[in-house]
Protein backbone atom coordinates (compact mmCIF):
# COMPACT_ATOMS: atom_id res chain seq x y z
CA UNK A 1 0.00 0.00 0.00
CA UNK A 2 1.31 3.29 -0.62
CA UNK A 3 1.98 5.27 1.97
CA UNK A 4 -0.59 8.24 2.46
CA UNK A 5 1.46 12.42 1.46
CA UNK A 6 1.27 14.13 4.39
CA UNK A 7 -1.03 16.43 3.54
CA UNK A 8 0.54 19.63 5.42
CA UNK A 9 3.47 20.21 3.67
CA UNK A 10 3.71 22.55 0.47
CA UNK A 11 4.64 19.93 -1.83
CA UNK A 12 1.46 18.20 -1.06
CA UNK A 13 -0.45 21.72 -1.91
CA UNK A 14 1.84 22.23 -5.14
CA UNK A 15 0.94 18.86 -6.50
CA UNK A 16 -3.21 19.46 -5.58
CA UNK A 17 -2.55 22.77 -7.98
CA UNK A 18 -0.98 20.89 -10.47
CA UNK A 19 -3.79 18.10 -10.42
CA UNK A 20 -6.45 21.46 -10.78
CA UNK A 21 -8.66 21.83 -13.71
CA UNK A 22 -9.07 25.23 -12.97
CA UNK A 23 -5.69 26.61 -12.16
CA UNK A 24 -5.42 28.36 -15.77
CA UNK A 25 -8.10 30.95 -14.15
CA UNK A 26 -5.44 32.06 -11.42
CA UNK A 27 -3.64 33.95 -14.34
CA UNK A 28 -6.39 35.71 -15.36
CA UNK A 29 -6.35 38.18 -12.05
CA UNK A 30 -4.28 40.52 -11.04
CA UNK A 31 -3.02 40.04 -7.46
CA UNK A 32 -1.96 43.14 -5.17
CA UNK A 33 2.07 43.06 -4.15
CA UNK A 34 3.92 43.72 -1.39
CA UNK A 35 6.26 46.85 -1.55
CA UNK A 36 9.19 44.45 -2.33
CA UNK A 37 6.98 43.20 -5.82
CA UNK A 38 5.99 39.73 -3.38
CA UNK A 39 2.13 39.28 -4.28
CA UNK A 40 0.07 39.39 -1.32
CA UNK A 41 -1.77 35.81 -0.44
CA UNK A 42 -4.86 37.29 -1.24
CA UNK A 43 -7.55 34.86 0.98
CA UNK A 44 -10.45 37.97 0.57
CA UNK A 45 -12.42 37.77 -1.65
CA UNK A 46 -15.55 37.73 0.12
CA UNK A 47 -15.22 41.38 0.84
CA UNK A 48 -13.44 42.17 -2.28
CA UNK A 49 -13.12 39.78 -5.63
CA UNK A 50 -9.98 40.47 -7.63
CA UNK A 51 -9.65 42.53 -10.71
CA UNK A 52 -9.99 40.22 -13.74
CA UNK A 53 -7.18 41.27 -16.10
CA UNK A 54 -9.94 41.58 -19.08
CA UNK A 55 -11.93 43.87 -17.14
CA UNK A 56 -9.79 46.97 -18.25
CA UNK A 57 -10.38 46.40 -21.51
CA UNK A 58 -14.07 46.35 -21.39
CA UNK A 59 -14.30 48.98 -19.84
CA UNK A 60 -12.07 50.35 -22.02
CA UNK A 61 -13.97 49.66 -25.10
CA UNK A 62 -16.79 51.35 -23.96
CA UNK A 63 -14.76 54.78 -23.10
CA UNK A 64 -13.59 54.29 -26.91
CA UNK A 65 -17.45 53.59 -27.85
CA UNK A 66 -18.26 56.83 -25.84
CA UNK A 67 -15.23 58.62 -28.03
CA UNK A 68 -15.88 57.42 -31.03
CA UNK A 69 -19.69 57.52 -30.91
CA UNK A 70 -20.95 59.90 -28.95
CA UNK A 71 -24.97 59.17 -28.43
CA UNK A 72 -24.76 56.91 -31.40
CA UNK A 73 -23.19 54.20 -28.98
CA UNK A 74 -26.87 53.28 -27.57
CA UNK A 75 -27.89 52.03 -30.76
CA UNK A 76 -24.26 51.04 -32.74
CA UNK A 77 -21.07 49.88 -31.84
CA UNK A 78 -20.83 45.87 -31.07
CA UNK A 79 -22.61 46.19 -28.25
CA UNK A 80 -25.59 48.90 -28.17
CA UNK A 81 -25.73 50.52 -24.54
CA UNK A 82 -29.55 50.21 -24.42
CA UNK A 83 -29.29 46.72 -24.53
CA UNK A 84 -26.06 46.24 -22.26
CA UNK A 85 -27.45 44.77 -18.85
CA UNK A 86 -29.45 42.24 -21.48
CA UNK A 87 -25.80 41.06 -21.98
CA UNK A 88 -25.00 39.89 -18.53
CA UNK A 89 -28.42 38.33 -17.80
CA UNK A 90 -27.64 34.58 -19.12
CA UNK A 91 -24.65 34.42 -17.36
CA UNK A 92 -25.80 35.96 -13.89
CA UNK A 93 -28.82 33.57 -13.94
CA UNK A 94 -26.38 30.49 -14.54
CA UNK A 95 -24.49 31.57 -11.18
CA UNK A 96 -27.57 32.35 -9.11
CA UNK A 97 -29.58 29.77 -10.42
CA UNK A 98 -32.40 31.55 -12.15
CA UNK A 99 -34.34 32.42 -15.34
CA UNK A 100 -32.42 35.40 -17.30
CA UNK A 101 -35.87 37.00 -17.44
CA UNK A 102 -35.75 37.12 -13.49
CA UNK A 103 -32.13 38.37 -13.17
CA UNK A 104 -30.97 41.79 -13.45
CA UNK A 105 -27.90 43.83 -12.77
CA UNK A 106 -29.08 47.51 -11.60
CA UNK A 107 -28.29 50.44 -8.65
CA UNK A 108 -26.72 48.73 -5.78
CA UNK A 109 -27.17 46.14 -3.20
CA UNK A 110 -28.95 48.48 -0.46
CA UNK A 111 -30.30 50.61 -2.55
CA UNK A 112 -32.17 47.20 -4.31
CA UNK A 113 -33.13 45.94 -0.86
CA UNK A 114 -35.06 49.00 -0.36
CA UNK A 115 -36.54 48.80 -3.87
CA UNK A 116 -37.52 44.95 -2.87
CA UNK A 117 -38.97 45.51 0.70
CA UNK A 118 -41.28 48.61 -1.10
CA UNK A 119 -42.61 45.93 -3.03
CA UNK A 120 -42.72 42.70 -0.68
CA UNK A 121 -43.11 44.31 2.57
CA UNK A 122 -46.54 44.99 3.02
CA UNK A 123 -47.84 45.37 6.48
CA UNK A 124 -51.41 45.11 6.74
CA UNK A 125 -53.36 44.66 10.23
CA UNK A 126 -51.50 42.49 12.52
CA UNK A 127 -49.51 41.16 9.73
CA UNK A 128 -46.98 44.10 9.94
CA UNK A 129 -43.72 42.41 11.07
CA UNK A 130 -40.37 41.59 9.32
CA UNK A 131 -37.99 38.56 10.68
CA UNK A 132 -34.26 38.77 10.18
CA UNK A 133 -31.04 37.53 11.76
CA UNK A 134 -30.11 39.10 15.15
CA UNK A 135 -26.60 39.60 13.70
CA UNK A 136 -27.39 40.53 10.17
CA UNK A 137 -25.25 42.75 7.99
CA UNK A 138 -25.88 46.35 9.38
CA UNK A 139 -26.71 47.86 6.40
CA UNK A 140 -29.55 45.01 6.04
CA UNK A 141 -30.74 45.79 9.62
CA UNK A 142 -30.55 49.92 8.82
CA UNK A 143 -32.71 49.29 5.54
CA UNK A 144 -35.11 47.28 7.59
CA UNK A 145 -35.70 49.54 10.62
CA UNK A 146 -35.68 52.26 8.26
CA UNK A 147 -38.38 50.88 6.43
CA UNK A 148 -40.59 49.83 9.14
CA UNK A 149 -40.41 53.63 10.50
CA UNK A 150 -41.18 54.77 6.53
CA UNK A 151 -44.39 52.69 7.41
CA UNK A 152 -45.32 54.42 11.07
CA UNK A 153 -44.10 50.90 12.60
CA UNK A 154 -41.51 50.48 15.72
CA UNK A 155 -39.10 48.23 14.91
CA UNK A 156 -39.14 47.31 18.58
CA UNK A 157 -42.69 45.96 17.93
CA UNK A 158 -42.21 45.02 14.20
CA UNK A 159 -38.65 43.72 13.70
CA UNK A 160 -38.38 40.01 15.16
CA UNK A 161 -34.30 38.72 15.11
CA UNK A 162 -33.28 34.81 14.73
CA UNK A 163 -30.90 34.44 17.49
CA UNK A 164 -28.82 31.30 18.22
CA UNK A 165 -29.00 29.71 21.33
CA UNK A 166 -27.59 30.68 24.25
CA UNK A 167 -23.01 30.09 23.65
CA UNK A 168 -24.00 28.55 20.29
CA UNK A 169 -22.96 30.99 17.64
CA UNK A 170 -24.99 29.22 14.66
CA UNK A 171 -28.39 29.47 13.99
CA UNK A 172 -30.48 25.91 13.80
CA UNK A 173 -32.85 25.25 11.10
CA UNK A 174 -35.53 24.31 13.31
CA UNK A 175 -34.77 27.27 15.48
CA UNK A 176 -35.73 28.92 12.48
CA UNK A 177 -38.90 26.61 11.25
CA UNK A 178 -40.43 27.44 15.21
CA UNK A 179 -39.76 31.16 15.06
CA UNK A 180 -41.70 31.32 11.51
CA UNK A 181 -44.41 28.64 12.73
CA UNK A 182 -45.28 30.72 15.83
CA UNK A 183 -45.13 33.64 14.40
CA UNK A 184 -45.99 33.80 11.05
CA UNK A 185 -49.09 35.03 11.23
CA UNK A 186 -47.61 38.38 11.82
CA UNK A 187 -45.11 38.56 9.63
CA UNK A 188 -44.73 40.25 6.49
CA UNK A 189 -41.70 39.59 4.82
CA UNK A 190 -38.42 37.33 6.08
CA UNK A 191 -35.57 38.52 4.82
CA UNK A 192 -32.10 36.73 5.78
CA UNK A 193 -29.03 36.69 4.50
CA UNK A 194 -28.06 33.64 2.85
CA UNK A 195 -24.96 32.45 3.76
CA UNK A 196 -24.20 35.17 7.07
CA UNK A 197 -20.67 37.35 6.71
CA UNK A 198 -19.66 36.85 10.02
CA UNK A 199 -20.03 33.04 10.85
CA UNK A 200 -19.75 32.09 6.66
CA UNK A 201 -23.27 29.66 7.39
CA UNK A 202 -25.25 29.28 4.51
CA UNK A 203 -29.16 28.48 4.76
CA UNK A 204 -31.28 26.41 3.06
CA UNK A 205 -33.04 28.91 1.57
CA UNK A 206 -35.68 26.27 -0.60
CA UNK A 207 -36.75 25.07 3.12
CA UNK A 208 -37.14 28.53 4.35
CA UNK A 209 -38.85 29.91 1.56
CA UNK A 210 -41.31 27.04 2.03
CA UNK A 211 -41.83 27.38 5.54
CA UNK A 212 -42.41 31.36 5.20
CA UNK A 213 -45.06 30.75 2.13
CA UNK A 214 -47.19 28.14 4.08
CA UNK A 215 -47.43 31.07 6.77
CA UNK A 216 -48.19 32.94 4.14
CA UNK A 217 -45.40 35.93 4.12
CA UNK A 218 -43.19 36.69 1.20
CA UNK A 219 -39.36 35.30 1.73
CA UNK A 220 -36.90 37.12 0.51
CA UNK A 221 -33.05 36.51 0.44
CA UNK A 222 -29.85 38.74 0.76
CA UNK A 223 -27.16 37.13 -0.99
CA UNK A 224 -24.48 39.12 -1.00
CA UNK A 225 -21.83 36.67 0.50
CA UNK A 226 -23.82 33.99 -1.54
CA UNK A 227 -23.55 35.13 -5.08
CA UNK A 228 -20.95 33.44 -6.89
CA UNK A 229 -20.28 31.54 -3.94
CA UNK A 230 -22.45 28.45 -3.28
CA UNK A 231 -25.50 27.16 -5.56
CA UNK A 232 -28.66 29.18 -4.58
CA UNK A 233 -31.06 27.85 -7.01
CA UNK A 234 -32.95 30.96 -6.90
CA UNK A 235 -35.84 29.95 -9.11
CA UNK A 236 -36.25 26.59 -7.63
CA UNK A 237 -36.14 27.53 -4.10
CA UNK A 238 -38.96 29.80 -4.65
CA UNK A 239 -38.28 32.77 -3.17
CA UNK A 240 -40.18 35.58 -3.56
CA UNK A 241 -36.88 37.77 -4.22
CA UNK A 242 -33.52 38.15 -3.49
CA UNK A 243 -30.78 40.84 -3.87
CA UNK A 244 -26.42 41.17 -4.02
CA UNK A 245 -23.85 43.04 -4.81
CA UNK A 246 -20.93 41.66 -7.19
CA UNK A 247 -17.68 43.21 -5.96
CA UNK A 248 -17.34 40.15 -3.65
CA UNK A 249 -17.26 36.45 -4.87
CA UNK A 250 -17.81 37.88 -8.19
CA UNK A 251 -15.06 40.61 -9.01
CA UNK A 252 -16.62 43.52 -10.19
CA UNK A 253 -14.61 46.20 -8.55
CA UNK A 254 -15.10 48.97 -5.44
CA UNK A 255 -18.65 49.52 -5.25
CA UNK A 256 -19.12 47.83 -8.13
CA UNK A 257 -23.40 47.35 -8.76
CA UNK A 258 -25.57 45.23 -7.14
CA UNK A 259 -28.28 42.39 -8.98
CA UNK A 260 -31.71 41.13 -8.08
CA UNK A 261 -33.89 38.58 -8.26
CA UNK A 262 -37.41 38.90 -8.63
CA UNK A 263 -39.48 34.89 -9.06
CA UNK A 264 -41.32 34.86 -12.37
CA UNK A 265 -44.77 34.61 -10.47
CA UNK A 266 -44.65 37.85 -9.34
CA UNK A 267 -43.80 39.93 -12.90
CA UNK A 268 -47.36 40.12 -14.56
CA UNK A 269 -49.18 41.45 -11.63
CA UNK A 270 -50.61 44.78 -11.98
CA UNK A 271 -51.38 45.13 -8.30
CA UNK A 272 -47.41 45.03 -7.73
CA UNK A 273 -46.08 48.25 -5.56
CA UNK A 274 -43.21 48.99 -6.93
CA UNK A 275 -40.78 52.38 -7.62
CA UNK A 276 -40.71 52.78 -10.93
CA UNK A 277 -38.62 54.69 -13.28
CA UNK A 278 -38.47 54.95 -17.07
CA UNK A 279 -35.70 52.18 -17.43
CA UNK A 280 -38.36 49.99 -16.66
CA UNK A 281 -40.78 50.96 -18.85
CA UNK A 282 -41.66 48.79 -22.13
CA UNK A 283 -38.80 48.99 -24.43
CA UNK A 284 -40.91 49.33 -27.64
CA UNK A 285 -42.19 52.14 -25.99
CA UNK A 286 -39.51 54.01 -23.64
CA UNK A 287 -38.63 56.44 -26.58
CA UNK A 288 -42.27 57.76 -27.06
CA UNK A 289 -41.55 59.23 -23.82
CA UNK A 290 -45.30 58.59 -22.77
CA UNK A 291 -47.33 58.78 -19.67
CA UNK A 292 -48.52 55.80 -19.31
CA UNK A 293 -46.18 53.43 -17.33
CA UNK A 294 -46.32 49.93 -18.96
CA UNK A 295 -43.98 47.61 -17.32
CA UNK A 296 -41.49 45.02 -18.73
CA UNK A 297 -42.89 41.77 -17.84
CA UNK A 298 -39.83 41.04 -16.43
CA UNK A 299 -37.82 41.33 -13.47
CA UNK A 300 -36.25 44.62 -15.88
CA UNK A 301 -39.51 46.11 -14.41
CA UNK A 302 -37.68 47.32 -11.42
CA UNK A 303 -35.09 49.18 -12.97
CA UNK A 304 -35.37 53.07 -12.43
CA UNK A 305 -32.36 54.61 -14.62
CA UNK A 306 -30.45 54.50 -17.83
CA UNK A 307 -27.95 51.53 -17.57
CA UNK A 308 -24.68 52.61 -15.81
CA UNK A 309 -22.56 51.28 -18.89
CA UNK A 310 -18.98 52.08 -17.13
CA UNK A 311 -20.26 50.38 -14.03
CA UNK A 312 -21.70 47.15 -15.65
CA UNK A 313 -18.82 46.52 -18.13
CA UNK A 314 -16.24 45.00 -15.64
CA UNK A 315 -19.36 42.69 -14.22
CA UNK A 316 -19.37 41.49 -17.76
CA UNK A 317 -15.79 40.73 -17.82
CA UNK A 318 -16.13 38.58 -14.54
CA UNK A 319 -18.97 37.04 -15.92
CA UNK A 320 -17.96 36.13 -18.64
CA UNK A 321 -15.04 34.01 -16.56
CA UNK A 322 -17.96 32.09 -14.50
CA UNK A 323 -19.74 30.91 -17.50
CA UNK A 324 -16.46 29.58 -19.06
CA UNK A 325 -15.35 28.14 -16.08
CA UNK A 326 -18.54 26.99 -14.94
CA UNK A 327 -19.85 27.14 -11.64
CA UNK A 328 -20.60 23.50 -11.21
CA UNK A 329 -16.99 23.15 -11.22
CA UNK A 330 -15.69 26.42 -9.39
CA UNK A 331 -18.23 24.43 -6.34
CA UNK A 332 -16.47 21.11 -6.13
CA UNK A 333 -12.79 23.40 -6.17
CA UNK A 334 -14.28 25.23 -3.66
CA UNK A 335 -15.43 22.77 -1.65
CA UNK A 336 -12.05 20.54 -1.96
CA UNK A 337 -10.17 24.13 -0.99
CA UNK A 338 -11.66 25.31 1.74
CA UNK A 339 -11.68 21.61 3.09
CA UNK A 340 -8.12 21.77 2.86
CA UNK A 341 -8.16 24.71 4.91
CA UNK A 342 -10.31 23.57 7.49
CA UNK A 343 -7.88 20.51 7.75
CA UNK A 344 -4.91 22.90 8.08
CA UNK A 345 -6.20 25.03 10.78
CA UNK A 346 -7.95 22.20 12.73
CA UNK A 347 -4.25 20.74 13.07
CA UNK A 348 -3.44 24.30 15.26
CA UNK A 349 -5.35 23.08 17.64
CA UNK A 350 -8.32 23.89 19.91
CA UNK A 351 -6.46 25.50 21.94
CA UNK A 352 -5.82 28.02 20.16
CA UNK A 353 -8.36 28.27 17.24
CA UNK A 354 -11.88 27.49 16.82
CA UNK A 355 -13.70 27.92 13.49
CA UNK A 356 -17.25 28.94 14.00
CA UNK A 357 -18.45 27.89 10.33
CA UNK A 358 -20.22 24.97 10.32
CA UNK A 359 -18.23 21.60 9.53
CA UNK A 360 -21.03 20.42 6.94
CA UNK A 361 -20.57 21.43 3.36
CA UNK A 362 -23.76 21.97 2.83
CA UNK A 363 -24.10 24.82 4.93
CA UNK A 364 -20.90 26.88 3.82
CA UNK A 365 -18.89 27.97 0.92
CA UNK A 366 -15.56 29.48 0.62
CA UNK A 367 -15.24 31.27 3.72
CA UNK A 368 -14.02 30.35 7.52
CA UNK A 369 -14.45 32.27 10.07
CA UNK A 370 -11.90 31.54 12.45
CA UNK A 371 -11.80 32.12 15.80
CA UNK A 372 -8.44 32.86 17.41
CA UNK A 373 -8.27 31.87 21.06
CA UNK A 374 -6.81 34.72 23.44
CA UNK A 375 -5.73 36.93 20.55
CA UNK A 376 -6.73 40.54 19.35
CA UNK A 377 -6.07 42.56 16.69
CA UNK A 378 -2.68 42.45 16.66
CA UNK A 379 -2.14 39.33 15.34
CA UNK A 380 -4.46 39.99 12.41
CA UNK A 381 -1.88 42.78 12.29
CA UNK A 382 0.89 40.51 12.03
CA UNK A 383 -0.18 37.89 9.50
CA UNK A 384 -0.90 41.23 7.28
CA UNK A 385 2.37 42.39 7.62
CA UNK A 386 3.99 38.99 7.09
CA UNK A 387 1.89 39.13 3.53
CA UNK A 388 -1.52 37.51 3.63
CA UNK A 389 -4.70 40.01 3.49
CA UNK A 390 -7.58 38.63 4.74
CA UNK A 391 -10.50 40.52 7.38
CA UNK A 392 -10.63 40.86 10.99
CA UNK A 393 -14.13 41.10 12.80
CA UNK A 394 -14.16 42.07 16.34
CA UNK A 395 -13.46 40.37 18.71
CA UNK A 396 -11.78 37.70 17.59
CA UNK A 397 -12.49 36.40 14.21
CA UNK A 398 -10.62 36.15 11.34
CA UNK A 399 -12.69 35.39 8.37
CA UNK A 400 -10.51 33.45 5.15
CA UNK A 401 -12.39 32.56 1.95
CA UNK A 402 -10.17 31.07 -0.58
CA UNK A 403 -12.26 32.14 -4.10
CA UNK A 404 -12.20 28.85 -6.19
CA UNK A 405 -11.67 31.05 -9.57
CA UNK A 406 -8.13 32.48 -8.39
CA UNK A 407 -7.08 30.96 -5.12
CA UNK A 408 -4.64 28.14 -5.04
CA UNK A 409 -4.23 25.14 -2.56
CA UNK A 410 -0.13 27.29 -2.19
CA UNK A 411 -2.21 29.84 -1.29
CA UNK A 412 -4.03 28.03 1.95
CA UNK A 413 -0.81 26.84 2.70
CA UNK A 414 1.13 29.62 3.05
CA UNK A 415 -1.71 31.23 4.66
CA UNK A 416 -1.77 28.34 7.26
CA UNK A 417 2.06 29.10 7.99
CA UNK A 418 1.84 32.21 8.40
CA UNK A 419 -0.96 32.01 10.95
CA UNK A 420 0.99 29.31 13.01
CA UNK A 421 4.06 31.47 13.37
CA UNK A 422 2.31 34.16 14.45
CA UNK A 423 -0.08 32.52 17.06
CA UNK A 424 3.03 30.43 18.26
CA UNK A 425 5.05 33.46 18.34
CA UNK A 426 2.79 35.20 20.49
CA UNK A 427 2.66 31.92 22.77
CA UNK A 428 6.37 32.48 23.73
CA UNK A 429 5.96 35.84 24.17
CA UNK A 430 2.81 35.12 26.90
CA UNK A 431 5.04 32.11 28.32
CA UNK A 432 8.17 34.49 29.25
CA UNK A 433 6.27 37.26 30.70
CA UNK A 434 4.18 34.93 32.77
CA UNK A 435 7.53 33.40 33.97
CA UNK A 436 8.67 36.49 34.67
CA UNK A 437 5.50 37.83 36.26
CA UNK A 438 6.55 34.73 38.53
C1 LIG B 1 -21.43 43.47 1.62
C2 LIG B 1 -22.80 43.52 2.15
C3 LIG B 1 -23.57 44.69 2.08
C4 LIG B 1 -23.03 45.97 1.48
O1 LIG B 1 -24.05 46.70 0.87
P1 LIG B 1 -23.74 47.80 -0.26
O2 LIG B 1 -25.06 48.40 -0.48
O3 LIG B 1 -23.18 47.09 -1.45
O4 LIG B 1 -22.73 48.74 0.30
C5 LIG B 1 -24.88 44.65 2.57
N1 LIG B 1 -25.39 43.52 3.12
C6 LIG B 1 -24.65 42.38 3.20
C7 LIG B 1 -25.28 41.16 3.79
C8 LIG B 1 -23.35 42.35 2.74
O5 LIG B 1 -22.65 41.24 2.85
Known sequence: MAVEENQISLAYAQ????????????SQ?????????TPFVYLCGNSLGLQPKATKEFVNRELENWKNLGIEGYFHGKNPWLRYHEYLAEAMAKVVGGKPEEVVVMNTLTVNLHLMMVSFFRPEGKRCKILMEADAFPSDRYAVESQLRFHKLDPKDCLITLNARPGEVLLRSEDIKEVIDQNGD???LILLGNTNYYTGQFYNIKEITKWGHEKGCFVGFDCAHGAGNVPLELHDSGCDFAVWCNYKYLN???GGMGSAFVHERHH?????????G?????KERRFLMEDQFDPIPTVEAWQLSCTPIMAMAPIWSSLQLFDEAGFVNLRKK???????LELLVKSLGEELVEIITPSDLEQRGAQLSIRVKNENKSLFDKITEAGVIVDWREPDVIRVAPAPMYNSYEDVFLFYC??????TERQSIDLSSMIKGG
Open 268 to 276: KDPAMPRFE
Open 418 to 423: ILKEAL
Open 334 to 340: SISLTAY
Open 15 to 26: RMDEEDPLRKYR
Open 252 to 254: SGP
Open 186 to 188: EIS
Open 278 to 282: WWGQN
Open 29 to 37: FHFPSQEDG
